[in-house]
T-cell receptor
Framework: GAVVSQHPSRVICKSGTSVKIECRSL??????MFWYRQFPKQSLMLMAT?????????EQGVEKDKFLINHASLTLSTLTVTSAHPEDSSFYIC?????????????FGPGTRLTVL | SQQGEEDPQALSIQEGENATMNCSYK?????LQWYRQNSGRGLVHLIL?????REKHSGRLRVTLDTSKKSSSLLITASRAADTASYFC?????????????FGKGTLLTVNP
C-alpha cells in the first residue's frame, strides 16, 4: 500500500521560533498533498492543499504567512509554522493523493505532535 | 456549515459485541469514507462508499449510505479490543479539481476485553 511519512514525529519548541514539518510520499509521486490540524479529542481540520510546483491553497481562516507550505517535489511537501506560539500546539497530519488510484482516497502520514512552550 | 457529524461521540462495548456509529452530513457528496485513528497516530482508510451505492462490506465492516437522509452508518461486527480507536467519517463534496475531504468530529470506540 501507499506509504506517507512525516518528520519529525514530535517537536517541542520555544515561543517565537519556527518549525518545519516534512511530509513524504515514499512509494508514489503525489502531485497533491494536504495539511490538516487536529486539536485534542477533535476532528481534523483542513488547513491547506499543497500542489507540486504551485502555490498552496489555504482554507478560510488559515494564515498563509504563518503556515508556509512548500511542495517542491512530487514526493515532498513541507509545512513551516513561523513564529510559533503556544496556541499553535497541535497535531499536524499530512496526506497525499495518489494519482491513478482506483478510489478517491488520501493516504495519511502518522502525524507530528507540535508543542510550543 | 459542519459536514460529517458522528454520533455517538463515545461508545463503550464488550468484546464480541457489534458497534454501530452514525454520520450525518449537510451537502451533496461524491463519496463518503470512514477512517480509523488510534490515539496520537495517523489515519487509516477503512472503506469508501460512493453516492450511488447503498451498502458496502469489507471484512467485519459494513457501511450503509442513505443520501436522502444524508447519513451513513459504520457497523463493526464481533468487535475486538484492538478495534479500540476513534472513527471518523469524511465526505468528498468537491467538484472538478477542487478535491478535498471534510471530516466529522469522530466517535471514540472503546472495546473492553
Amino acid at each position: 500500500g501507499a506509504v506517507v511519512s512525516q518528520h519529525p514525529s514530535r517537536v517541542i519548541c520555544k515561543s517565537g521560533t519556527s518549525v518545519k514539518i516534512e511530509c513524504r510520499s515514499l512509494d508514489f509521486q503525489a502531485t497533491t498533498m494536504f495539511w490538516y490540524r487536529q486539536f485534542p479529542k477533535q476532528s481534523l481540520m483542513l488547513m491547506a492543499t499543497s500542489n507540486e510546483g504551485s502555490k498552496a491553497t489555504y482554507e478560510q481562516g488559515v494564515e498563509k504567512d504563518k503556515f508556509l507550505i512548500n511542495h517542491a517535489s512530487l514526493t515532498l511537501s513541507t509545512l513551516t509554522v513561523t513564529s510559533a506560539h503556544p496556541e499553535d500546539s497541535s497535531f499536524y497530519i499530512c496526506s497525499a493523493e495518489r494519482p491513478g488510484a482506483t478510489t478517491d482516497t488520501q493516504y495519511f502520514g502518522p502525524g507530528t505532535r507540535l508543542t510550543v512552550l | 456549515s459542519q459536514q460529517g457529524e458522528e454520533d455517538p461521540q463515545a461508545l463503550s462495548i464488550q468484546e464480541g459485541e457489534n458497534a454501530t456509529m452514525n454520520c450525518s452530513y449537510k451537502t451533496s457528496i461524491n463519496n463518503l469514507q470512514w477512517y480509523r485513528q488510534n490515539s496520537g497516530r495517523g489515519l487509516v482508510h477503512l472503506i469508501l462508499i460512493r453516492s450511488n451505492e447503498r451498502e458496502k462490506h469489507s471484512g467485519r465492516l459494513r457501511v450503509t449510505l442513505d443520501t436522502s437522509k444524508k447519513s451513513s452508518s459504520l457497523l463493526i461486527t464481533a468487535s475486538r479490543a484492538a478495534d479500540t480507536a476513534s472513527y471518523f467519517c469524511a465526505t468528498d463534496s468537491s467538484g472538478g479539481s477542487n478535491y478535498k475531504l471534510t471530516f466529522g468530529k469522530g466517535t471514540l470506540l472503546t472495546v473492553n476485553p
